[in-house]
Structures are given as C-alpha cells and as structure tokens.
C-alpha cells in the first residue's frame, strides 16, 4: 500500500510501505475511507518538533475494517468505523473514568501513520466505534472529523466547564476552535465570542453558532471580552492554540470561578502559580479523550443536528498529501481533507 512519509521538516512524500497486518490478537486492520491533515501534524512539518528519522504520518481515520485478529470481539469486517488519535483497551481505570488518553496499554496512532491507505488499529474493541451502517460519500467528512477536531473541540469545552446559558470565548480560529464554538453551542451556550481575524473562519464560527467575533488579540482581546460581558468575564473559555500568548488571553479572560479548557499542544507556555492561585480560575487541559464522546458525535452526525466536516476547506486525493501539509502550513486552507 501506499501512504505518508515525511522525511524532514517541509519533507512530506507519498510512498510505497509495507500493508499493514494482524500484530496483536486484539488489532483491526481498516481500509482508509478518508484521513486528513491535523494542526498538530503541523508542529512536525514545521520543524517545531525535531524529525529525527522518516517516520510515517497522520493519526485521523475512518474506513472498512478488512480483519480482525482472534481475540476481537465487538468489531466485525465490513463495519465503517471510527476511532482517535491513541488506541486505548476501553477496560482500564482511566479508560472507565473516561480518559483514554491516559490509557494504561494506549498506542499513538500517529507512530502507525493514518496518512495511508491502510492502518493497523490496536485494541480495536477499546478504540474504534462503528456506525449503524456504512455511509455515504457525504457523510465522510464529518465522521472523520469526529476523529479529532470534534472531538478535541468538544473536550475543550467539557473541561472548561460550559453550561446551559454560559457566555464562551474561544481563543484560536484553527479547527479545533472553530469545532469548539459548535462543541460549546450544543452544550448550550447562550454567548458564545469567536476570537478570529480571518474572514472565512469568521463566517465558518458565526455558522457553528458564535453569537459575537472578536478580531482584537492579546490584552486587548481579554479587554474586548471584558467589555462584551460587563466587566466580568467569560464563563468558560477554550483554549485552541497552544502558544503562551493565548493561553495568557484564555486565562485573562474567564471570570474568578470560571474555568479554562486547553487543548492546543502547548509550546512555550509558562504558567504563573502565583497569578494562577489569585485568578481563582479552573483549569484542565490535556490530548483530548475523544473516544469517551464518539458514541454521542457519531448520533449527532448521524442524524444530522451537526455538520462538523464543514471546516475542511479542501480536498485531495492522498497522493496529494504533501499539497495538504503546504496549504495548511501557510494558511491557505482551514484543514485537508484526503480521500485514498
Ligand atoms: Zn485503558
């Protein structure tokens, strides 16, 4: 088969490797229905992150499992499914409590490179989620958004705890943020600010159910939202970069007792304990336990309440994955969809 290699930073190639097969009595190998680009593949193509070696790539995936190995039990050959960026067992303490990503045998999905056009899925009973029948071609978009981006957006707004009626601000127009804005109106948000300066993505925000848009970064976006909520703050903001700049205007700008959820990969990011204790603000942050919500994003797409797969604002075949990494990369497109 074939699939993504990126060889050094701006170095992403399509190339022959090996097809995946059974490892584990407990992997699933699924035929790739459509993958894409994430942000976060970014920090490696960009250098930011050290490539030591070529390494396969991407870690967003729904497909056809093909096989399953002899001690699968749940997943069958001939579901569409869908699963996150670690694979996690479902049956340890974390995985119950609700955090797979802390799962105590989870496997980064990434290290198997979902950029392909197979992918070997371990633990598949605990990882993937299938639909009630395989899709339609324009329902791919949003499941495999459900991936990730939805559900890392959700997650930001999980934990930074909205309510029904809350006022959100969500710091970062990638989409993540974009996602988050949606995340935070189906949790019933009755405010929810949108911090973008790009047009598209403005529009995209207002879409998804941002009430209100502000273009101002910095102190001067924590000042904006100051003014927006009489002085008093956001309830609940999300946090969608992961630079130490946003993470200063996320902090600023939720009220003392509201709560912060990050979920951009911070790099750079330094916290002041002191500042912290007195903002007496709530945080929680960390790689997003997406499979916890698949169950529920999957009912919402299916039914069609949410189109999550509007923030993929182009799309190519997988042989054009290097074009997807250089659009993102310099901003040209929101997020790259790729169908093998
Ligand atoms: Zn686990």
Known sequence: MRGAILHAPG??????????TIVEPTDAIIRMSATCVCGSD???????????????????????VEEVGSDVRTIKPGQFVIGSFFASDGTCPHCR??????CANRVPMAVLGAQAEALRVPLADGTLVATPE??????????????????????????????????????????????????????GAERVIAMSRHEPRQKLATEFGATH??????????????????????????????TDEAMAQAIKSVRPGGGVGFVGVPHGVNLDARQMF????????????????????IDLIWTGRIEPGKVFDLELPLSEVAEGYAAMDERRAIKAFLRP
Request: aromatic share 6%; net charge negative; with cysteine.
């Open 278 to 297: 007195y903002s007496i603000v709530r945080l929680q942050g960390g790689p997003a336990p997406v499979r916890r919500f698949l169950p529920e994003l």
């Open 97 to 102: 409590a609700g955090y797979q990503t802390a």
């Open 213 to 242: 848009i502000v273009t101002e970064r910095g102190d001067d976006g924590v000042a904006r939202i100051e003014d927006l909520t009489d002085g008093i703050g956001a309830d609940a903001v999300l946090e969608c970069v992961g």
């Open 42 to 64: 970014l920090w490696d193509y960009r250098g930011i992150n050290k490539v030591r070696e070529a390494a396969p790539t991407g870690h967003e995936y729904c497909g056809i």
């Open 134 to 187: 395989v899709p339609d071609e324009a329902m791919l978009p949003h499941l495999l958004a459900a991936s990730d981006v939805l559900g890392t957006g959700w997650f930001a707004a999980v934990a930074a705890g909205v309510l029904p009626g809350s006022t959100v601000a969500v710091v970062g127009d990638g989409a993540v943020g974009l996602l988050g804005v949606l995340a935070a109106k189906e949790l």
């Open 11 to 20: 170095d992403v190639r399509f190339e022959e490797r090996d097809d995946p």
